[in-house]
Structures are given as C-alpha cells and as structure tokens.
Nanobody, 133 residues
Framework: QVQLVESGGGSVQAGGSLRLSCAVR???????????MGWFRQAPGKEREGFAN????????YYTDSVKGRFTISQDNAKNTLYLQMNSLKPEDTATYYC???????????????????????WGQGTQVTVSS
C-alpha cells in the first residue's frame, strides 16, 4: 500500500516561492518499476486538477501550461521523496495541493494535461498554499 505524506505548504506573497515535499512509503523509487506521481490542486468551488507529473522510472516530467516554466517537479531516490518547487507564485495558485500516485502501464502516458483524479488510487492528505497579492 502506497502512502503519501505532504509537507511544506504555507502563505506567501505574489512573486514568492514555496517548496512542497511528498514522502512516499510502501514503494521504493526504482528504474525497474514506475509510478506516475504528481501534484493536483483544488481551489474552493473548483474541480481538483492535475498540473505536474513525473514518471519515476526515468524522471520524465509533464506539466500543464498553467504552471510550465514556474513549477518544477522532481524526485529524490535516496529520500524516496517527491518535490514541487513553485516559483513566481500568483494569487490564482491559491489552493489545497495534493500529492498523488498511480502505477505506470506501458502505452498509457503519464501526461498530466486532462488527467482524471479518479485514475489515481493513492493520495496525500493535502497541504494549503495561499498566495496574497
């Protein structure tokens, strides 16, 4: 059973930076098996949307246009941890951020654009990010 534990949320002014962490338990990062792991966010009254993914077997990354160039997803195999570095934050980035994971299957891309939350069986508890103008 994969367990995901997030940390690192908080409040920041527009233009600032935050780094989120997601400690992964029950699965060890390896080149021999892969998960699609990534980040979703949900603002009040809105759907939960995915915006960044990484294929753990080869560290290929995927982003939506809304965060490309500002956010960076990465993994630390030694710490078995996923990270999200968020720069140039905007008020519209305010949301609860969730780490999520699903097993990777060949022929089924890890691309995050349009990904359904219901395809991801493993979730963290969420961490709040608030960006003030």
């Amino acid at each position: 059973q994969v367990q995901l534990v997030e940390s690192g949320g908080g409040s920041v002014q527009a233009g600032g930076s935050l780094r989120l962490s997601c400690a992964v338990r029950g699965y060890t990062f390896s080149t021999y098996s892969s998960y699609c792991m990534g980040w979703f966010r949900q603002a009040p009254g809105k759907e939960r949307e995915g915006f960044a993914n990484i294929l753990t077997g080869n560290s290929n990354t995927y982003y939506t246009d809304s965060v490309k160039g500002r956010f960076t997803i990465s993994q630390d195999n030694a710490k078995n941890t996923l990270y999200l570095q968020m720069n140039s934050l905007k008020p519209e980035d305010t949301a609860t951020y969730y780490c999520a994971a699903r097993p990777f299957f060949p022929g089924r891309s890890c691309a995050i654009t349009g990904a359904s939350r219901f395809d991801y069986p493993y979730w963290g508890q969420g961490t709040q990010v608030t960006v003030s103008s």
